[in-house]
């Protein structure tokens, strides 16, 4: 899967000379928390809900909402945006965005067409590719085990359930406890949970959770 499959467009700009008032405004109304920030069709920045916020008087301050109205009036987005931009393409791989972004802590990038922004993939798009991965708006038996980290394994456990007439709704490897094990987690129907569960056992180090689930 491809950032350009499941970024959100056409994306929601601002201008740099836009007051810091009326980003929120409409980020409010577009419930976004982020935005590019766009000068004669070319990105030179980026901003947040967050900075936005940040550029707000604190709570605690003495001058009156009349001053403080005024002030906001002054400032733009362009003296609180993010200048360095961190961007990914409409053909970089979904989890090469999504380590971008865990790594930096940053919660969407603007994707880039040649000079131009085309898209914004962002946190909450990961989360729904995750809900799809694990089949969370799906009713089956979900079962997650322990089994050895070595060639064929896999194998054995999906040619098993398949033949006894399971059907894969969702299928994940993730770390073990240590490198000679991994931790699996599926979803199945077709059969029941008392059927899912011997199947599975003879084939994995322990079953760590199994349950009906979900939606």
């Known amino acids: 899967m491809l950032v350009g499959e499941r970024m959100s467009h056409p994306v929601i700009t601002v201008s740099p000379d836009v007051p810091v008032v009326d980003a929120l405004n ?16 070319k990105m030179i920045g980026i901003v947040s809900n967050e900075d936005l916020l940040n550029a707000s008087p604190s709570p605690a301050t003495s001058l009156s909402v009349w001053e ?27 989890e090469e965005a999504a380590r971008v972004m865990v790594d930096n802590k940053i919660g969407g990038l603007p994707v880039m067409r040649n000079d131009r922004v085309v898209g914004i993939i962002t946190e909450t798009d990961l989360f729904k590719i995750f809900l799809e991965l694990m089949g969370a708006r799906e009713i089956g038996i979900r079962v997650t085990a322990l089994i050895p980290n070595r ?20 299928f ?4 073990g406890v240590d490198p000679s094990n991994a931790t ?32």
């Open 184 to 215: 699996v987690t599926f979803k199945v129907t077709g059969l029941n949970e008392q059927q899912t569960k011997e199947i599975t056992e003879p084939l994995v180090i322990k079953i760590v959770d199994i349950r009906v689930c979900c939606k």
């Open 68 to 94: 403080m109205n005024y002030l906001l009036s002054k400032i733009t987005v362009r003296e609180v945006m993010t200048r360095k931009v961190m961007t990914v393409t409409e053909n970089t791989p979904i």
């Open 151 to 170: 060639p064929g394994e896999l194998a054995k456990l999906t040619q098993a359930i398949s033949s006894a007439g399971g059907n894969f709704i969702a």
């Open 26 to 41: 409409l980020m409010k109304r577009e419930k976004i928390r982020r935005t590019p920030v766009i000068k004669d069709g």
């Open 172 to 175: 994940g490897t993730f770390a």
